[in-house]
Protein backbone atom coordinates (compact mmCIF):
# COMPACT_ATOMS: atom_id res chain seq x y z
CA UNK A 1 0.00 0.00 0.00
CA UNK A 2 1.00 3.35 -0.96
CA UNK A 3 -0.42 7.03 0.23
CA UNK A 4 0.61 10.20 -1.71
CA UNK A 5 -1.56 13.06 -2.78
CA UNK A 6 -2.80 14.41 -6.12
CA UNK A 7 -2.27 17.57 -7.82
CA UNK A 8 -5.74 19.11 -5.51
CA UNK A 9 -4.00 17.60 -2.43
CA UNK A 10 -6.26 14.73 -1.92
CA UNK A 11 -5.04 12.52 0.11
CA UNK A 12 -4.68 8.81 -1.97
CA UNK A 13 -3.96 5.06 -1.24
CA UNK A 14 -2.72 3.02 -3.71
CA UNK A 15 -2.96 -1.00 -3.29
CA UNK A 16 -1.42 -3.32 -5.13
CA UNK A 17 -3.09 -6.94 -5.23
CA UNK A 18 -0.47 -9.39 -2.54
CA UNK A 19 -0.82 -12.15 -0.41
CA UNK A 20 1.69 -11.04 1.70
CA UNK A 21 0.54 -7.83 3.30
CA UNK A 22 -0.72 -8.33 7.25
CA UNK A 23 -4.64 -7.35 7.74
CA UNK A 24 -5.30 -3.82 9.25
CA UNK A 25 -8.07 -2.31 11.22
CA UNK A 26 -9.38 1.51 11.23
CA UNK A 27 -7.71 2.84 13.80
CA UNK A 28 -4.36 1.14 12.37
CA UNK A 29 -4.87 3.28 9.03
CA UNK A 30 -5.40 6.10 10.59
CA UNK A 31 -2.45 6.39 12.57
CA UNK A 32 -0.54 5.18 9.76
CA UNK A 33 -2.24 8.63 7.56
CA UNK A 34 -1.28 10.52 10.61
CA UNK A 35 2.07 9.49 10.84
CA UNK A 36 2.68 10.56 7.10
CA UNK A 37 1.42 13.72 7.56
CA UNK A 38 -1.90 13.60 6.79
CA UNK A 39 -4.09 13.42 9.66
CA UNK A 40 -5.49 16.66 10.28
CA UNK A 41 -7.40 16.24 6.68
CA UNK A 42 -11.22 15.73 6.49
CA UNK A 43 -11.13 11.88 6.17
CA UNK A 44 -13.73 9.73 4.00
CA UNK A 45 -15.35 7.83 6.21
CA UNK A 46 -16.75 5.56 2.84
CA UNK A 47 -13.00 4.63 1.67
CA UNK A 48 -11.51 4.08 4.78
CA UNK A 49 -14.41 1.36 5.51
CA UNK A 50 -13.38 0.07 2.11
CA UNK A 51 -10.05 -0.17 3.00
CA UNK A 52 -10.25 -2.02 5.84
CA UNK A 53 -12.79 -4.57 3.88
CA UNK A 54 -9.99 -5.69 1.63
CA UNK A 55 -7.81 -6.42 4.11
CA UNK A 56 -4.65 -8.19 2.44
CA UNK A 57 -5.10 -7.07 -0.39
CA UNK A 58 -7.62 -6.90 -3.47
CA UNK A 59 -7.70 -9.05 -6.22
CA UNK A 60 -7.00 -6.01 -8.49
CA UNK A 61 -5.06 -2.35 -8.26
CA UNK A 62 -7.55 -0.18 -6.36
CA UNK A 63 -7.11 3.38 -5.68
CA UNK A 64 -8.72 5.32 -3.16
CA UNK A 65 -9.67 8.92 -2.08
CA UNK A 66 -8.81 8.42 1.76
CA UNK A 67 -8.96 12.27 2.50
CA UNK A 68 -8.62 15.81 1.52
CA UNK A 69 -7.29 18.96 3.41
CA UNK A 70 -10.32 21.85 3.85
CA UNK A 71 -9.43 25.14 3.79
CA UNK A 72 -10.96 27.45 7.38
CA UNK A 73 -14.41 28.99 6.13
CA UNK A 74 -14.87 32.62 7.95
CA UNK A 75 -18.36 33.69 7.89
CA UNK A 76 -19.81 36.49 8.89
CA UNK A 77 -22.63 37.37 10.98
CA UNK A 78 -24.33 41.14 10.94
CA UNK A 79 -27.05 42.04 13.61
CA UNK A 80 -30.20 42.45 13.01
CA UNK A 81 -29.79 46.37 13.92
CA UNK A 82 -26.61 46.43 12.16
CA UNK A 83 -25.18 47.52 14.91
CA UNK A 84 -22.28 44.70 14.98
CA UNK A 85 -20.94 42.34 12.70
CA UNK A 86 -19.47 39.13 14.27
CA UNK A 87 -16.91 36.88 12.88
CA UNK A 88 -16.95 32.55 12.93
CA UNK A 89 -14.29 30.76 11.86
CA UNK A 90 -14.21 27.30 11.16
CA UNK A 91 -10.88 26.03 11.36
CA UNK A 92 -9.00 24.38 8.65
CA UNK A 93 -8.44 20.72 8.26
CA UNK A 94 -4.99 19.88 6.55
CA UNK A 95 -6.07 23.32 4.19
CA UNK A 96 -4.75 26.92 4.73
CA UNK A 97 -5.95 28.63 7.82
CA UNK A 98 -7.56 31.47 7.47
CA UNK A 99 -5.79 34.87 7.38
CA UNK A 100 -6.39 38.44 8.03
CA UNK A 101 -7.20 39.38 4.41
CA UNK A 102 -9.70 36.59 4.03
CA UNK A 103 -11.59 38.21 7.00
CA UNK A 104 -11.17 41.45 5.91
CA UNK A 105 -12.42 39.90 2.81
CA UNK A 106 -15.41 38.17 3.91
CA UNK A 107 -16.44 41.46 6.01
CA UNK A 108 -16.68 43.51 2.73
CA UNK A 109 -18.29 40.15 1.24
CA UNK A 110 -21.49 41.16 3.69
CA UNK A 111 -21.42 44.87 3.34
CA UNK A 112 -19.19 45.71 6.33
CA UNK A 113 -17.81 48.90 5.62
CA UNK A 114 -17.33 50.37 9.32
CA UNK A 115 -15.97 49.96 12.53
CA UNK A 116 -14.14 47.50 11.96
CA UNK A 117 -11.88 46.49 14.39
CA UNK A 118 -8.08 45.65 13.65
CA UNK A 119 -7.52 44.10 16.98
CA UNK A 120 -10.78 41.59 17.15
CA UNK A 121 -9.42 40.51 13.68
CA UNK A 122 -5.72 39.27 14.89
CA UNK A 123 -7.15 37.74 17.53
CA UNK A 124 -9.87 35.58 15.45
CA UNK A 125 -6.84 34.87 13.15
CA UNK A 126 -4.51 33.67 15.96
CA UNK A 127 -7.22 31.48 17.51
CA UNK A 128 -8.69 30.35 14.49
CA UNK A 129 -12.35 29.56 15.31
CA UNK A 130 -11.45 28.95 19.36
CA UNK A 131 -14.85 31.28 19.56
CA UNK A 132 -16.46 34.11 17.89
CA UNK A 133 -15.56 37.73 17.95
CA UNK A 134 -16.92 40.86 17.05
CA UNK A 135 -15.21 42.36 14.28
CA UNK A 136 -17.29 45.34 13.66
CA UNK A 137 -19.42 47.69 15.39
CA UNK A 138 -21.43 50.68 14.91
CA UNK A 139 -21.55 53.87 16.68
CA UNK A 140 -24.77 55.32 18.31
CA UNK A 141 -26.35 58.74 17.37
CA UNK A 142 -25.55 61.05 20.27
CA UNK A 143 -28.71 63.15 20.23
CA UNK A 144 -28.05 66.98 20.64
CA UNK A 145 -28.81 68.59 23.93
CA UNK A 146 -31.36 71.37 24.81
CA UNK A 147 -30.59 74.99 25.06
CA UNK A 148 -29.54 76.12 28.54
CA UNK A 149 -29.97 78.69 30.94
CA UNK A 150 -27.37 79.25 33.35
CA UNK A 151 -27.85 81.95 36.09
CA UNK A 152 -24.73 83.88 36.62
CA UNK A 153 -26.31 85.41 40.02
CA UNK A 154 -27.00 83.84 43.45
CA UNK A 155 -30.32 84.02 44.95
CA UNK A 156 -32.48 85.38 42.61
CA UNK A 157 -35.90 84.47 43.54
CA UNK A 158 -37.47 82.38 40.78
CA UNK A 159 -40.95 83.44 39.60
CA UNK A 160 -40.99 79.75 37.61
CA UNK A 161 -40.76 77.13 40.35
CA UNK A 162 -40.79 73.59 39.36
CA UNK A 163 -43.02 70.83 40.14
CA UNK A 164 -41.24 66.81 40.97
CA UNK A 165 -42.41 63.85 40.13
CA UNK A 166 -44.50 64.12 43.43
CA UNK A 167 -46.41 67.30 41.93
CA UNK A 168 -44.78 69.49 44.62
CA UNK A 169 -43.42 72.44 43.64
CA UNK A 170 -39.51 73.08 44.16
CA UNK A 171 -39.29 76.25 45.76
CA UNK A 172 -36.10 78.83 46.72
CA UNK A 173 -35.70 80.25 49.72
CA UNK A 174 -35.90 83.79 49.72
CA UNK A 175 -34.36 84.66 52.65
CA UNK A 176 -35.70 88.13 53.44
CA UNK A 177 -32.91 89.48 51.78
CA UNK A 178 -33.08 91.47 48.51
CA UNK A 179 -29.97 90.86 45.97
CA UNK A 180 -29.42 94.15 44.08
CA UNK A 181 -27.32 94.01 41.03
CA UNK A 182 -25.78 96.93 39.15
CA UNK A 183 -26.28 98.10 35.65
CA UNK A 184 -24.37 96.16 33.25
CA UNK A 185 -24.29 92.77 35.63
CA UNK A 186 -24.14 89.39 33.78
CA UNK A 187 -27.21 87.90 34.71
CA UNK A 188 -27.98 84.52 32.38
CA UNK A 189 -26.20 82.98 29.83
CA UNK A 190 -28.16 80.93 27.63
CA UNK A 191 -26.31 77.62 26.07
CA UNK A 192 -27.70 77.30 22.60
CA UNK A 193 -29.06 73.84 21.80
CA UNK A 194 -26.16 71.66 19.95
CA UNK A 195 -27.25 69.59 16.70
CA UNK A 196 -26.39 66.20 17.93
CA UNK A 197 -23.20 63.40 16.77
CA UNK A 198 -24.39 60.80 13.62
CA UNK A 199 -24.15 57.63 14.22
CA UNK A 200 -23.26 55.18 11.63
CA UNK A 201 -23.78 50.86 11.25
CA UNK A 202 -21.40 48.25 10.37
CA UNK A 203 -23.11 48.53 7.09
CA UNK A 204 -22.30 52.08 6.46
CA UNK A 205 -26.05 53.48 7.37
CA UNK A 206 -25.52 56.87 8.75
CA UNK A 207 -27.84 57.49 11.55
CA UNK A 208 -29.27 61.09 12.17
CA UNK A 209 -28.77 62.19 15.81
CA UNK A 210 -32.47 63.85 16.84
CA UNK A 211 -31.07 67.61 17.36
CA UNK A 212 -31.52 69.54 20.87
CA UNK A 213 -34.42 71.92 20.94
CA UNK A 214 -33.35 75.37 20.63
CA UNK A 215 -35.39 77.70 23.09
CA UNK A 216 -34.25 81.62 22.59
CA UNK A 217 -34.55 84.10 25.70
CA UNK A 218 -37.99 84.99 26.65
CA UNK A 219 -39.54 87.89 25.23
CA UNK A 220 -40.22 91.37 26.83
CA UNK A 221 -37.68 90.37 30.10
CA UNK A 222 -38.00 93.91 31.70
CA UNK A 223 -34.73 95.63 32.67
CA UNK A 224 -32.55 93.59 31.14
CA UNK A 225 -30.82 93.66 27.58
CA UNK A 226 -28.70 91.30 25.38
CA UNK A 227 -25.27 91.44 24.98
CA UNK A 228 -23.90 93.73 22.15
CA UNK A 229 -20.91 91.20 22.49
CA UNK A 230 -22.75 88.04 23.00
CA UNK A 231 -26.15 87.31 21.89
CA UNK A 232 -26.57 84.32 24.43
CA UNK A 233 -25.87 86.25 27.07
CA UNK A 234 -27.96 89.10 29.57
CA UNK A 235 -26.93 91.96 31.66
CA UNK A 236 -28.66 94.51 33.73
CA UNK A 237 -30.08 97.37 32.13
CA UNK A 238 -30.70 99.01 35.35
CA UNK A 239 -30.26 98.52 38.57
CA UNK A 240 -32.69 96.66 40.67
CA UNK A 241 -33.90 92.74 41.80
CA UNK A 242 -32.93 90.23 39.68
CA UNK A 243 -35.92 87.64 39.36
CA UNK A 244 -35.70 84.40 37.11
CA UNK A 245 -38.20 84.05 34.72
CA UNK A 246 -38.56 80.77 32.79
CA UNK A 247 -36.09 81.20 29.94
CA UNK A 248 -34.47 84.14 31.44
CA UNK A 249 -34.14 86.91 34.10
CA UNK A 250 -35.86 90.44 34.56
CA UNK A 251 -34.05 93.37 36.78
CA UNK A 252 -36.86 95.32 38.89
CA UNK A 253 -36.29 98.15 40.54
CA UNK A 254 -36.47 98.41 44.15
CA UNK A 255 -37.98 100.87 46.86
CA UNK A 256 -36.52 101.29 49.69
CA UNK A 257 -38.29 102.52 52.61
CA UNK A 258 -38.39 103.14 56.33
CA UNK A 259 -41.60 102.16 57.25
CA UNK A 260 -44.96 102.71 56.07
CA UNK A 261 -47.38 104.69 58.27
CA UNK A 262 -49.72 107.71 57.63
CA UNK A 263 -46.48 110.07 57.19
CA UNK A 264 -45.46 107.79 54.01
CA UNK A 265 -48.85 107.28 52.71
CA UNK A 266 -50.21 104.13 51.17
CA UNK A 267 -47.29 102.39 48.52
CA UNK A 268 -48.12 101.27 45.02
CA UNK A 269 -44.74 100.58 43.40
CA UNK A 270 -44.13 98.65 39.89
CA UNK A 271 -40.73 96.59 41.64
CA UNK A 272 -40.11 95.42 44.86
CA UNK A 273 -40.53 97.14 48.16
CA UNK A 274 -38.28 96.55 50.91
CA UNK A 275 -39.29 98.16 53.98
CA UNK A 276 -37.25 97.92 57.52
CA UNK A 277 -39.23 98.38 59.94
CA UNK A 278 -43.43 97.93 60.08
CA UNK A 279 -46.12 98.30 57.81
CA UNK A 280 -48.62 100.71 60.55
CA UNK A 281 -52.66 99.47 60.86
CA UNK A 282 -54.09 100.22 57.56
CA UNK A 283 -51.26 101.30 55.56
CA UNK A 284 -51.43 99.48 51.86
CA UNK A 285 -48.06 98.23 50.04
CA UNK A 286 -48.68 97.07 46.27
CA UNK A 287 -45.84 96.00 44.86
CA UNK A 288 -45.36 94.25 40.81
CA UNK A 289 -42.44 92.43 42.49
CA UNK A 290 -41.55 91.10 46.25
CA UNK A 291 -42.46 93.21 49.33
CA UNK A 292 -39.98 92.45 52.46
CA UNK A 293 -41.26 93.91 56.02
CA UNK A 294 -38.14 93.97 58.16
CA UNK A 295 -40.60 94.12 60.87
CA UNK A 296 -44.17 93.94 61.57
CA UNK A 297 -47.12 94.15 59.78
CA UNK A 298 -50.03 95.60 62.52
CA UNK A 299 -52.94 95.42 60.64
CA UNK A 300 -52.01 96.52 57.03
CA UNK A 301 -52.75 95.25 53.59
CA UNK A 302 -49.93 93.82 51.83
CA UNK A 303 -50.32 92.34 47.71
CA UNK A 304 -47.67 91.33 46.01
CA UNK A 305 -47.34 89.83 42.51
CA UNK A 306 -43.87 88.31 43.11
CA UNK A 307 -43.76 86.57 47.18
CA UNK A 308 -44.02 88.44 50.79
CA UNK A 309 -41.46 88.43 53.65
CA UNK A 310 -42.13 89.76 57.00
CA UNK A 311 -39.22 88.89 59.62
CA UNK A 312 -41.33 90.22 62.65
CA UNK A 313 -45.56 88.99 62.78
CA UNK A 314 -48.59 89.21 60.64
CA UNK A 315 -51.26 90.59 63.43
CA UNK A 316 -54.19 92.96 64.05
CA UNK A 317 -56.23 91.86 61.31
CA UNK A 318 -53.80 91.84 58.36
CA UNK A 319 -54.33 91.03 55.07
CA UNK A 320 -50.90 89.37 52.93
CA UNK A 321 -51.84 88.51 49.62
CA UNK A 322 -49.28 87.35 47.23
CA UNK A 323 -49.12 85.25 43.60
CA UNK A 324 -45.68 83.75 44.90
CA UNK A 325 -44.69 82.45 48.54
CA UNK A 326 -45.53 84.12 51.67
CA UNK A 327 -42.75 83.78 54.42
CA UNK A 328 -43.65 85.11 58.35
CA UNK A 329 -42.50 84.81 61.84
CA UNK A 330 -46.13 84.39 63.01
CA UNK A 331 -49.22 85.73 62.43
CA UNK A 332 -52.38 86.45 64.84
CA UNK A 333 -55.82 87.12 63.79
CA UNK A 334 -54.96 87.95 60.09
CA UNK A 335 -55.64 86.37 56.50
CA UNK A 336 -52.86 85.14 54.49
CA UNK A 337 -53.39 83.85 50.75
CA UNK A 338 -50.35 82.59 48.63
CA UNK A 339 -50.23 81.79 45.83
CA UNK A 340 -47.82 79.05 46.08
CA UNK A 341 -46.07 78.15 49.69
CA UNK A 342 -47.44 79.55 52.74
CA UNK A 343 -44.88 79.76 55.94
CA UNK A 344 -45.28 80.41 59.04
CA UNK A 345 -41.82 80.31 61.54
CA UNK A 346 -43.68 79.69 64.85
CA UNK A 347 -47.27 80.04 65.00
CA UNK A 348 -50.36 80.99 63.49
CA UNK A 349 -53.30 81.99 66.38
CA UNK A 350 -57.12 82.50 64.82
CA UNK A 351 -55.86 83.23 61.24
CA UNK A 352 -57.48 82.33 57.83
CA UNK A 353 -54.86 80.96 55.66
CA UNK A 354 -54.77 80.08 52.01
CA UNK A 355 -52.09 77.89 49.69
CA UNK A 356 -52.46 76.70 46.22
CA UNK A 357 -49.39 74.00 47.01
CA UNK A 358 -48.91 73.84 50.50
CA UNK A 359 -48.85 75.46 54.45
CA UNK A 360 -46.17 75.09 56.73
CA UNK A 361 -46.27 76.04 60.03
CA UNK A 362 -43.74 75.90 63.27
CA UNK A 363 -40.60 75.34 60.70
CA UNK A 364 -38.26 77.30 63.27
CA UNK A 365 -39.80 75.78 66.68
CA UNK A 366 -40.64 72.18 65.33
CA UNK A 367 -41.26 71.15 68.82
CA UNK A 368 -43.46 74.03 70.02
CA UNK A 369 -45.08 75.58 66.46
CA UNK A 370 -48.80 75.99 66.55
CA UNK A 371 -51.46 76.04 64.26
CA UNK A 372 -54.75 77.16 66.60
CA UNK A 373 -58.25 77.78 65.25
CA UNK A 374 -59.30 79.66 62.06
CA UNK A 375 -58.84 77.83 59.02
CA UNK A 376 -56.27 76.75 56.61
CA UNK A 377 -56.23 75.31 52.88
CA UNK A 378 -54.19 74.19 50.38
CA UNK A 379 -53.54 71.41 47.57
CA UNK A 380 -50.93 69.14 48.90
CA UNK A 381 -49.84 69.39 52.29
CA UNK A 382 -50.40 71.24 55.61
CA UNK A 383 -47.75 70.44 58.03
CA UNK A 384 -47.62 71.83 61.70
CA UNK A 385 -46.10 70.47 65.59
CA UNK A 386 -49.21 71.19 67.35
CA UNK A 387 -52.49 71.38 64.98
CA UNK A 388 -55.55 72.35 67.43
CA UNK A 389 -56.18 72.75 70.82
CA UNK A 390 -58.43 72.18 73.90
CA UNK A 391 -57.85 75.81 74.47
CA UNK A 392 -59.33 77.38 71.38
CA UNK A 393 -62.29 76.57 69.19
CA UNK A 394 -62.49 74.17 66.07
CA UNK A 395 -59.51 74.63 63.77
CA UNK A 396 -60.93 74.30 60.53
CA UNK A 397 -58.31 72.39 57.52
CA UNK A 398 -59.02 71.48 54.11
CA UNK A 399 -56.92 69.66 51.71
CA UNK A 400 -56.99 68.99 48.25
CA UNK A 401 -57.97 72.33 47.60
CA UNK A 402 -57.14 74.55 44.69
CA UNK A 403 -59.53 76.95 43.51
CA UNK A 404 -57.63 78.03 41.06
CA UNK A 405 -57.09 74.90 39.01
CA UNK A 406 -60.73 74.21 39.30
CA UNK A 407 -61.93 77.23 37.88
CA UNK A 408 -59.18 76.78 35.64
CA UNK A 409 -60.69 73.75 34.47
CA UNK A 410 -64.47 74.33 34.82
CA UNK A 411 -63.52 77.27 32.13
CA UNK A 412 -61.75 74.86 30.29
CA UNK A 413 -64.92 72.32 30.18
CA UNK A 414 -67.05 74.87 29.18
CA UNK A 415 -65.39 76.08 25.96
CA UNK A 416 -65.16 72.18 25.34
CA UNK A 417 -69.06 71.95 25.37
CA UNK A 418 -69.07 75.18 23.15
CA UNK A 419 -66.61 73.99 20.36
CA UNK A 420 -68.16 70.45 20.79
CA UNK A 421 -71.79 72.30 19.92
CA UNK A 422 -70.17 74.15 17.06
CA UNK A 423 -68.53 71.51 15.06
CA UNK A 424 -71.80 69.59 14.36
CA UNK A 425 -73.45 73.12 12.93
CA UNK A 426 -70.24 73.48 10.94
CA UNK A 427 -70.75 69.94 9.22
CA UNK A 428 -74.11 70.23 8.60
CA UNK A 429 -73.88 73.78 6.84
CA UNK A 430 -70.66 72.15 4.77
CA UNK A 431 -72.86 68.95 3.75
CA UNK A 432 -75.76 71.54 2.63
CA UNK A 433 -73.28 73.56 0.38
CA UNK A 434 -71.75 70.43 -1.58
CA UNK A 435 -75.03 68.99 -1.64
CA UNK A 436 -76.91 72.27 -2.77
CA UNK A 437 -73.85 74.65 -4.19
CA UNK A 438 -72.71 77.35 -3.08
CA UNK A 439 -72.94 80.66 -5.18
CA UNK A 440 -71.65 82.77 -2.17
CA UNK A 441 -68.10 80.61 -1.88
CA UNK A 442 -68.86 80.15 1.46
CA UNK A 443 -67.38 76.55 1.62
CA UNK A 444 -64.02 77.10 2.04
CA UNK A 445 -64.34 79.60 5.28
CA UNK A 446 -66.76 76.77 6.40
CA UNK A 447 -64.54 74.35 6.08
CA UNK A 448 -61.66 76.44 7.66
CA UNK A 449 -63.67 77.14 10.61
CA UNK A 450 -64.52 73.53 10.92
CA UNK A 451 -61.03 72.40 11.12
CA UNK A 452 -60.32 75.61 13.50
CA UNK A 453 -63.15 74.07 15.54
CA UNK A 454 -61.29 70.75 15.54
CA UNK A 455 -57.87 71.64 16.81
CA UNK A 456 -59.77 74.10 19.37
CA UNK A 457 -61.02 70.70 20.40
CA UNK A 458 -57.37 68.93 20.33
CA UNK A 459 -56.09 71.39 22.26
CA UNK A 460 -59.04 71.68 24.93
CA UNK A 461 -58.82 68.12 25.46
CA UNK A 462 -55.14 68.28 26.30
CA UNK A 463 -55.59 70.96 28.66
CA UNK A 464 -58.02 69.05 30.59
CA UNK A 465 -56.13 66.30 30.82
CA UNK A 466 -52.98 68.11 32.35
CA UNK A 467 -55.35 70.01 34.49
CA UNK A 468 -57.35 66.88 35.88
CA UNK A 469 -53.69 64.84 36.36
CA UNK A 470 -52.87 68.46 38.71
CA UNK A 471 -56.09 68.09 40.26
CA UNK A 472 -55.49 63.99 41.01
CA UNK A 473 -52.31 64.28 42.19
CA UNK A 474 -54.48 65.82 45.32
CA UNK A 475 -55.24 62.60 46.31
CA UNK A 476 -51.98 62.22 47.77
CA UNK A 477 -52.15 65.34 50.10
CA UNK A 478 -51.21 65.22 53.56
CA UNK A 479 -51.70 66.75 56.74
CA UNK A 480 -48.64 66.28 58.87
CA UNK A 481 -48.89 66.51 62.32
CA UNK A 482 -45.01 66.86 64.31
CA UNK A 483 -45.82 66.21 67.48
CA UNK A 484 -50.24 65.88 68.30
CA UNK A 485 -53.58 66.80 67.21
CA UNK A 486 -55.39 68.07 70.17
CA UNK A 487 -58.92 69.66 70.89
CA UNK A 488 -61.52 70.24 68.04
CA UNK A 489 -60.53 69.87 64.49
CA UNK A 490 -62.55 69.57 61.21
CA UNK A 491 -60.53 68.40 58.43
CA UNK A 492 -61.48 67.79 54.73
CA UNK A 493 -59.68 65.74 52.45
CA UNK A 494 -60.48 65.96 48.58
CA UNK A 495 -64.23 66.52 49.55
CA UNK A 496 -64.38 63.74 52.43
CA UNK A 497 -64.69 65.44 55.72
CA UNK A 498 -64.73 64.29 59.59
CA UNK A 499 -65.15 65.51 62.96
CA UNK A 500 -61.73 64.35 64.97
CA UNK A 501 -62.70 65.25 68.67
CA UNK A 502 -59.62 63.13 69.94
CA UNK A 503 -56.24 63.56 70.25
CA UNK A 504 -53.75 61.85 67.10
CA UNK A 505 -49.80 61.34 67.78
CA UNK A 506 -46.94 62.70 65.69
CA UNK A 507 -47.75 61.30 61.79
CA UNK A 508 -49.88 62.01 59.02
CA UNK A 509 -53.65 61.78 58.15
CA UNK A 510 -54.10 60.87 54.85
CA UNK A 511 -56.01 58.28 52.09
CA UNK A 512 -54.38 54.59 52.11
CA UNK A 513 -54.40 52.55 49.03
CA UNK A 514 -58.31 51.94 48.94
CA UNK A 515 -59.07 55.95 49.59
CA UNK A 516 -60.34 55.16 53.46
CA UNK A 517 -58.86 58.36 55.52
CA UNK A 518 -56.55 56.91 57.79
CA UNK A 519 -53.78 58.52 60.44
CA UNK A 520 -50.84 56.95 59.73
CA UNK A 521 -47.98 57.06 63.03
CA UNK A 522 -44.21 58.02 63.30
CA UNK A 523 -43.95 53.76 63.12
CA UNK A 524 -45.99 53.50 59.67
CA UNK A 525 -48.84 51.85 61.60
CA UNK A 526 -52.44 52.85 59.99
CA UNK A 527 -55.47 52.93 61.89
CA UNK A 528 -58.75 54.19 60.24
CA UNK A 529 -60.38 57.50 61.30
CA UNK A 530 -64.50 57.69 61.30
CA UNK A 531 -65.90 58.98 58.55
Not at 17 to 40: C, V
Not at 187 to 197: I, N, Q, Y
Not at 247 to 271: K, Q, S, T
Amino acid sequence: MQLSTSAAGDVVLTMEPSAERAPFDRAALLRWMTEQGFGACQINEEAIERAVQMGTGPQERVVLLLAHPVDAVVRVEVARDAMQAQVSITAAQGGAPASEEAVREALTGAGVVAGIDAAAIAQAVLTQGAQPVIAARGVLAVDGEDAEFLELIAAAPDRAPKVDADGRINYREHGGVIVLVESGALLMRRKPATPGTPGVTVLGKVLAPRPGRDVPFADKLSGVAISEKDPNLLVAAITGQPVLVRAGVMVEPVLHLAEVDIAAGNIRYDGSVHVDGDIAQGMQVQASGDVIVGGAVDGGIVQARGSIVVKGGVIARARLQAEGAIDVRFAEISELRAGTELVIRQNALECELHALDRISVGREVPQRGRLLGGSASAMMSIAAPYVGSADVGVTRLVLGANPVLEEQLRLTVHEQDTQQQRAPSLRKVIDHLRQHGDPKGLLERAEASLQDALAQLTRLQQQRDALEQQLARARGARLEIGVALQGAVDFTLCGQRIHLRHDLRAGSVQFNADGAMVHVDSRGFADPLPG
